[in-house]
Every structure is written in C-alpha cells, then in structure tokens.
Nanobody
Framework: QVDLVESGGGFVQPGGSLRLSCVANGFQFSSSEMRWLRQAPGKAIEWLTAISPSGHESDYHASVKDRFTISRDNAKNTLYLQMNSLKTEDTALYFC??????????RGPGTQVTVSS
C-alpha cells in the first residue's frame, strides 16, 4: 500500500525558510510523478508544484514560483520542498501526493507550516 509521510514543518517568521520532506513507501517512487499541495484553514486545497520521475522537469504555481523549489532523491524515496522568503499567507497544512495534477489518489497526512511574527 502507498505510504507517504511528511516532515519538516514548524513555526517560522516572515522571510524565513523551511525544508519539507516526504518519505514514500509501497510503490515505485522513482517512476512516479510527485507533487506538493497545501490547505489553509477554511480554504480549498491548493496545488503548489510537481516534479517528473527523473527530477528533470517541474512546474510551479505562480504564488510560490521563485520562492519554493521541489526536488527528489530517488535513492532515498524522498521528495523535498525548499521554501524560502516565507509569507504569512503561506501558513497551511502541506502534504505530498502522487501524480502531477488533478484527482489526489494517494497523499500523506501533512505537516503544518505556520508563518508569523
């Protein structure tokens, strides 16, 4: 069964940085497109970024482009999200999922990111 577990969230001041990790098990991670999404309280799930199986291709939502970087280490079955220049509006539950866009078939429970002064 697919198992995705995120970590690395926390409390950070505006302008700060965090690096999220997502460890994957139970499927062929190295052959899978992967993505990060987030959900703030009372708001819809927001797609942030996705990466190809090789890691050579990626795409970003305009709200995080040039601030966030997605990457992966297929040898470690791990997906990453480097988040820089964080803003208060980035506060949300962040989670990883399989696939590039659309229906979320497999996702982790998420890790909370809170940006506040």
């Amino acid at each position: 069964q697919v198992d995705l577990v995120e970590s690395g969230g926390g409390f950070v001041q505006p302008g700060g940085s965090l690096r999220l990790s997502c460890v994957a098990n139970g499927f062929q991670f190295s052959s899978s497109e992967m993505r990060w999404l987030r959900q703030a309280p009372g708001k819809a799930i927001e797609w942030l970024t996705a990466i190809s199986p090789s890691g050579h291709e990626s795409d970003y939502h305009a709200s995080v482009k040039d601030r966030f970087t997605i990457s992966r280490d297929n040898a470690k079955n791990t997906l990453y999200l480097q988040m820089n220049s964080l803003k208060t509006e980035d506060t949300a539950l962040y989670f990883c999922a399989t696939g590039w866009y659309g229906t979320i078939n497999n996702r982790g429970p998420g890790t909370q990111v809170t940006v506040s002064s």
